[in-house]
């Protein structure tokens, strides 16, 4: 499969920029694995981000029921159209996916799916703006899978008290209960990345905790208590937008056993949506 993706490169003169985080993934294994991890099925629709030349989408068509792929470099365009103009089971679309609706784009080209699964190599620049488009999409994936540089991975699933949990981590466990499947070495890849990639796997929530409306002001209190993580969550918070008094905000905290002077950092998941739902309760 290398060997055919390098003669696909050279053939249509394509040169992998560095702009958009591309890579040719010189090991097929790592594509099989981020399928097996997906446990992709014969009767699952997957939609995948950064088909590249499409050796991960090559490995996600044998094994589903259909792949729908977005890529942003038209220059991938002629190879794709070249290995897959003639499957039926792929469909192509060129495109930027933070430009794009995820459900506008399930709705026009997965209409009939039935178990729906996001599997991509996601280049660096771009994963945590693409995980949480997919995560707040209101789509009913029944996970992700994505590969991502190993430190990013291991943010997402970080616990409450080290330096690695913070706004990322929340945001993913609060929709899905992420783990970290593998890690990939460079060597895997040409050109060679100066970090570790790390395969993550994200099975949905079958229900999240919070309403819509109780989850804007959980990001609200999230990102005012991380945006000065050293700080006491008292006065981090006490900068936010809540129209509370500060002396009124730690008798919350406290009233959900959350130490006021305890840093943003050691407040759990759980404590973060207890706190949310309880201010917006006497804010409604």
């Known amino acids: 499969m290398k060997m055919y993706s390098a003669e696909l490169l050279r053939k249509y003169d394509i040169k992998l920029k560095k702009s958009l985080g591309q890579n040719l993934l010189l090991d097929p294994n790592i594509n099989r694995k981020m399928a097996e991890v997906a446990e992709v099925a014969a009767d699952d629709s997957v939609f995948e981000v950064g088909a590249g030349v499409g050796d991960l989408t090559q490995v996600l068509a044998e094994r589903a029921r259909e792949v729908f792929s977005i ?9 794709l159209r070249e290995r897959f103009g003639n499957n039926p089971k792929v469909k192509l679309f060129f495109g930027d996916i933070l430009n794009h609706s995820v459900k506008e784009l ?5 209409p009939h799916a039935a178990v729906l699964k996001m599997v991509s190599n996601l280049p660096f620049y771009i994963t945590s ?6 995560l707040e999409s209101e789509v009913p994936f029944k996970s992700l899978t994505v590969m991502v540089q190993k430190e990013v991975a291991e943010r997402i699933v970080a616990v409450p008290g080290g330096k690695e949990y913070g706004i990322l981590a929340i945001a993913c466990q609060l929709y899905a209960r992420p783990s970290i499947a593998r890690t990939v070495s460079p060597k895997c890849f040409r050109p060679v990345p100066k970090v570790d990639s790390a395969i993550i796997h994200l099975p949905i929530r079958d229900n999240i905790e919070l309403s819509p409306a109780e989850r804007r002001l959980f990001f609200l209190i999230v990102n005012a208590a991380f945006r000065q993580r050293r700080k006491k969550i008292a006065n981090s918070l006490a900068v936010a937008d809540l129209s509370m008094p500060k002396k009124q905000l ?12 305890v840093r943003p950092e050691r407040v759990s998941l759980e404590k973060y949506i207890q706190l949310a739902k309880a201010i917006f309760a006497v804010k409604l």
Request: glycine fraction near 0%; avoid cysteine.
């Open 106 to 110: 399930v709705d026009e080209f997965l």
């Open 129 to 134: 703006p693409v995980l949480m488009h997919f």
């Open 71 to 79: 890529e942003i470099d038209r220059a991938f365009e002629p190879p």
């Open 250 to 261: 730690e008798q919350f905290l406290s009233d959900n056993d959350i130490p006021p002077d």
